[in-house]
């Protein structure tokens, strides 16, 4: 029983519910350097240069050209939700800037020093401020130039439990990256550079259209893999790029999804554009996009989480069917192009109730607003290994020397062979995808992967962040038989690729392991790490549906896989064989 006039709740210290704050907001680096830039962008900024050291843990500082202010705002600026972007609770409801809340600066002021050197335009003398640790210590007149300069220095050097969850210098940047990348993308006309450690890390000068600027970030080979989508309707606007239906990848980056120029994660969305692709895209492969939706501000609440990554639909339906036909319809106009219609009926319908695409699950039965909880993500694929697939521990054999005779090949992609006394239908790819993975496995355990050096060098060119990763980890492909060269700023040059592996796009094969490379530090063990990765090596390694191959090829490979055990899964979960023992084909002709 507790003493009487003294109660259990108390009010918490304000450094304390500044510092609660704080942890909502300011995650991490890359947090801090986006909601500098939502303000910087907000106050119609046209030049944006962000300067950090140490990843961002030991200095972040962005300097741009916007409106700037006056003292009285500079000190109301760390305030706590002081804000110059709302003015009743009416405005919450049609949200039309990036930052809104007030929080961003008192919290990221509250968890490090700040200096802010800020200037109207036209007024003779700007302001200098230094906050520390959320209590502001100087204010004075200062010269400046218009706009504002903000310099964030010791991150979480008074919650040290935060600053030792930081990950390292490489991870921590290569966030920060994707976060330039983001903004840089939604204001095309805006002029962004980025410096690490005192180098120029990229540089996205102002250009006229979104193209050009999807051509700066992801290069000129991204956008021949690509296809335009535009379409507008009373309150809904999408346009953007999403790539061509033969090119889809087995990694998920880039998948930039915007609304209202705001980068964020929305499942209905995500659905909607995997819908849209139907029976043109295969299990384990994704499309990348790079769209912009625009709606009615008041009909998305962006406010539903502290760092605004989320958004909320007021006509989720809507937005899911409408997204899903604009996408359907840009593929249907591409295959038509190429001759190859798209899977369904002569009136175009979507699939029918209970019909699945790429695996996922039956869409149809399912409303958009359920749909926030499935695991269409923008982030990595766990895709499952063979050893998680629920493949049986011990594969079946059919005997040692079993004869193999190839009957054929049904759709350039399936091949109908008689493996001992059964019949066989084999998924090509799959197949020979789990055979090199299997020889890949065993190489790398004999720590015997060896490569093969390429006559001529093949150059990869990747976006900051994932340059990134790949610099921190090119010792470690070197031991799976994979060795690049750094070759500049953010390219590469591939000098040898593991010699089982034949010929294939080398370049492609890269940009999808940065995926499983920024998984790498996470990861509970080195065989945990090393198996994605062998398992992409082994995809682009391995034949291609839709090649046809001779009798001699077909036989090789089964034999190939027979060798391996006859396993049922591909390393990423995939079957790879129907098999009709001869018993059953007795059975369904009567003859049982």
Not at 31 to 58: M, P, Q, W
Not at 70 to 98: C, M, N, V, Y
Not at 208 to 220: E, F, T
């Amino acid at each position: 029983m507790s003493v009487a006039g003294v109660g259990k709740i108390q009010v918490l210290p304000g450094e304390v519910v500044s510092r609660i704050a704080a942890g909502e907001v300011v995650e991490r680096p890359a947090a801090v350097v986006k909601e500098l830039i939502d303000n910087s962008l907000d106050a119609g900024s046209t030049r944006i240069t962000i300067e950090v050291t140490d990843g961002g843990r030991r200095m972040i500082k962005v300097t741009d050209d916007g409106e700037g202010m006056g003292q009285a705002d500079a000190l109301l600026a760390f305030q706590r939700h002081a804000t110059s972007k709302l003015r009743s609770e009416e405005d919450l409801l049609g949200i039309r800037t990036l930052g809104f809340r007030g929080e961003a600066l008192p919290s990221i002021a509250s968890v490090s020093k700040v200096r802010m050197v800020t200037a109207c335009r036209h007024e003779p003398v700007g302001t200098r401020m230094l906050v520390t640790g959320g209590t502001i210590t100087k204010t004075e007149e200062a010269a400046a130039a218009p706009g504002t300069q903000i310099e964030v220095t010791d991150l979480f050097f008074n919650t040290p439990a935060r600053r030792k969850f930081l990950k390292a210098t490489t991870t921590e940047f290569s966030h920060l990256c994707q976060i330039v990348q983001q903004a840089a993308l939604a204001w095309p006309r805006t002029q962004f550079r980025l410096r690490h450690n005192g180098q120029d890390v990229l540089e996205y000068s102002p250009v006229s259209s979104l193209r050009d600027r999807v051509l700066q970030i992801y290069g000129a080979r991204f956008l021949k893999d690509i296809i335009a989508v535009r379409e507008e309707r009373p309150g809904f606007l999408l346009e953007g790029f999403t790539v061509n239906p033969v090119r889809t990848r087995a990694g998920r980056s880039p998948q930039d999804l915007f609304v209202n120029r705001r980068p964020v994660k929305n499942a209905t969305v995500a659905h909607a554009v995997y819908d849209g692709y139907g029976g043109h895209l295969s299990k384990g492969q994704h499309p990348v996009f790079v769209l912009f939706l625009a709606v009615d501000p008041d009909r998305v609440d962006v406010n539903v989480h502290p760092t605004k990554r989320e958004v909320r639909f007021a006509d989720q339906d809507m937005i899911h069917q409408s997204v899903r036909q604009v996408i359907r319809g840009a593929l249907r106009v591409r295959s038509e192009e190429l001759g190859m219609p798209i899977p369904g009926d002569s009136r175009g319908e979507w699939p029918r109730p209970g019909s699945t695409a790429a695996g996922e699950p039956p869409h149809d039965s399912m409303r958009p607003a359920e749909q926030q909880t499935m695991a269409h993500d923008t982030g990595r694929d766990d895709r499952p290994t063979a050893m998680a697939a629920g493949e049986p521990t011990q594969t079946y054999l059919i005997g040692p020397g079993c004869e193999v005779i190839p009957m054929g090949q049904i759709g350039r992609t399936f091949l109908v062979a008689q493996v001992g006394s059964e019949l066989h239908v084999i998924d090509q790819h799959t197949a020979h995808e789990r055979v090199l993975y299997e020889r890949l496995w065993r190489a790398w355990q004999a720590r015997g992967v060896q490569s093969q050096p390429l006559l001529i060098p093949e150059p990869v060119d990747l976006p900051p962040h994932g340059a990134t990763i790949l610099e921190e980890h090119l010792a470690d492909l070197a031991t799976l038989g994979l060795e690049l060269e750094s070759f500049g700023a953010n390219s590469f040059v591939i000098r040898a690729v593991p010699a089982l592996l034949g010929q294939f796009d080398y370049s492609t094969l890269v940009q999808d392991l940065v995926e499983d490379l920024a998984q790498w530090n996470a990861a509970s063990s080195l065989e945990t790490r090393v198996r994605p990765v062998l398992a992409s090596l082994a995809c682009h390694g391995a034949v291609r549906a839709g090649r046809a191959l001779d009798p001699s090829e077909s036989k090789r490979l089964i034999e190939d896989w027979v060798e391996e055990g006859l396993p049922m899964t591909c390393p990423h979960g995939r079957r790879v064989a129907l098999r009709l023992p001869a018993e059953e084909l007795a059975r369904i002709f009567g003859r049982a």
